[in-house]
């Protein structure tokens, strides 16, 4: 079983950048498609982006895209997300997520494993 770390949230003003990590711990995190997905107050969790097992294959929410770069090393077990041109709506509660199997999915409910989240605060 894979467990998950987030770190490297904080506060950045707008059009700043930051980088995202989640440590994994476990032999199989090779295995699993992983996603980033964030949580605003008062609003439903949401995909941001994943990345599948091999890190082959990326998706991103149209939210983000363009400013946001997912990434994976197998050998470290670590996911990273690079976040640019961060803008106000981005502030959230980030969570990084692993869903077991091949098949890359956006659908929240594919995500059994789930970190504690890392917060991103981007002021005006």
């Known amino acids: 079983q894979v467990q998950l770390v987030e770190s490297g949230g904080g506060l950045v003003q707008a059009g700043g950048s930051l980088q995202l990590s989640c440590a994994a711990s476990?032999?199989?995190?090779?295995?699993?498609?992983m996603g980033w997905f964030r949580q605003a107050p008062g609003k439903e969790r949401e995909f941001v982006a994943l990345?599948?097992?091999?890190?082959?294959?990326?998706s991103y929410a149209d939210s983000v895209k363009g400013r946001s770069t997912i990434s994976r090393d197998n050998a470290k077990n670590t996911l990273t997300l690079q976040m640019n041109s961060l803008k106000p709506e981005d502030t959230a509660l980030y969570y990084c997520?692993?869903?077991?199997?091949?098949?890359?999915?956006?659908?929240?409910?594919?995500?059994?494993?789930w970190g504690q989240g890392t917060q991103v605060t981007v002021s005006s």
């Open positions: 990345i599948d097992w091999s890190g082959g294959h990326t």
């Open positions: 997520a692993a869903a077991p199997g091949p098949i890359a999915t956006t659908r929240i409910d594919a995500y059994n494993i």
């Open positions: 476990g032999r199989t995190f090779r295995s699993y498609t």
